[in-house]
């Protein structure tokens, strides 16, 4: 794998999203709160070319492409991400929309492989397993793991994509959501270029 491939596997968005939810799973205070309102409906969210179901709130993300080494960033044309995160931190969601300059590589399998690693092992799981498989996404190339180990979390991750543009949606969950993460990530369709 060259410079550039390792670049894109380890400099994933899912390093920078996992920072933003490495607290996930942990209880919430319960020092005399009134009980939490009922989530919100489910409805369809629209974020750049992706769209899928939840009841959480999808925010813009942290600029990213700050927190990639200044040589590496030439190889982006753009770098945009959002999230999203249940109140008790129990369910949270990142998008990432990568476009990489026309002549760099894009390997899917390292993009995902790169992510879920170096999430899990700051989560503690130095040794994480998980199978990758390949799929389409709305007809487009993709890649699907989904991650249950030793970290005190889960995680469902699809990578797809169409020409130099590399989109990468997470679920990181606790297994009392693992229905809801199952239904985000069925529900998710990616808008292209015909």
Known sequence: MNDAMRTLSTCSVAVVLFALFASLGEAPSANGQQPAPPPPPWEEKIIAEVTLETNLKVTGGPDVLASIPAEKRDL????????????????????????????????????????????????????????????????????????????????ESIVARDGQVLYQIQIFYTAARADDAQRILKSVKIAHAQ
């Open 76 to 155: 982006f044309a753009s770098l945009r991400s959002w999230m999203a995160m249940a109140p008790d931190q129990s369910l949270a969601i990142g998008i990432g929309r990568m476009e990489m300059k026309p002549k760099v590589p894009i390997d899917l399998d390292g993009a995902i492989k790169g992510g879920i690693q170096q999430a899990v092992k700051k989560g503690g799981d130095e040794d994480p397993k998980f199978e990758v498989e390949v799929t389409k996404i709305s007809g487009l190339e993709g890649r699907k793991t989904s991650y249950q180990g030793s970290a005190p979390f889960r995680i």
